[in-house]
């Protein structure tokens, strides 16, 4: 199974793999990365750059764990874990907004939109692409990469 794996000490927070994140999601057509409207909430990162206590970046993305908090908390089966390919799915229909999986990620990666505040945004390993991240073809300092972990 592959996995974004993470080495922060290359990460130079330039914050490429939120904007390429932001450009695989957005809901209009536009292929042209520069029409991206930044300050829409609609255009939201599924991952963040955070600063660790001694002032570097660190990439924090999903990590679609072997036994996830969220999908266990989930009282309403919005989040299920893939057996086939170990990521973490979630259904917007099925979602009760209790945000149980926010509350309960030990990551703080996942987080309600910001647009209506009904929904969950988390990494969904760019499945409309294939499960080719965006975000990691948008790394160009190999601080975030696919790795293969055991199932």
Known sequence: MKRIM?????????????????????????????????????????????????????PLFCRHCSQPECVNSCMSGALVKDPDTGLVKYDADKCASCFMCVMNCPFGVIKPDKATKTVVVRCDFCEHNGGDPSCVKACRSDAIFLGEVPQ
């Open 6 to 58: 993470i080495n922060a000490d290359n990460c130079q927070g330039c914050r490429n793999c939120a904007i390429a994140c932001m450009h695989a999601h957005r809901k209009d057509d536009s292929k042209n990365l520069y029409s991206l409207d930044l300050s829409n909430p609609t255009n939201e990162s599924r991952n963040l750059i955070v600063l660790n206590a001694q002032n570097k970046f660190v």
